[in-house]
Nanobody, 118 residues
């Protein structure tokens, strides 16, 4: 079983920055792909950042240039750096990994709340 624990959420003013962390219970090298998703009240969960195990990243237009996904392989941690935050970025943010054998599967954290408000 793979466990993911997100942290770093909180209240931030518009234009501010936050860095979310996702501690993974297995080696980053055992992961095929990783991503950050968010879900606002009454909305569907949406992808905000994706990284393949080759390091290729992908972002939707809504966050491109503002959000950056990265990893610390020694700490088995996935990060989401969020800059120039807007009120519409308010949501619960979830970490997701697609693990390789023998862990094969799709795993989610419990989420961390980000609120952008003045």
């Amino acid at each position: 079983q793979v466990q993911l624990v997100e942290s770093g959420g909180g209240l931030v003013q518009p234009g501010g920055s936050l860095r979310l962390s996702c501690a993974v219970s297995i080696s980053i090298f055992s992961i095929n792909a990783m991503g950050w998703y968010r879900q606002a009240p009454g909305m569907e969960r949406e992808l905000v950042a994706h990284m393949s195990n080759g390091g290729r990243t992908n972002y939707p237009d809504s966050v491109k240039g503002r959000f950056t996904i990265s990893t610390d392989n020694a700490l088995n941690t996935v990060y989401l750096q969020m800059n120039s935050l807007k009120p519409e970025d308010t949501a619960v943010y979830y970490c997701n990994v697609q693990a390789q054998w023998p862990y094969s599967g799709d795993y989610w954290g419990k989420g961390t709340l980000v609120t952008v408000s003045s």
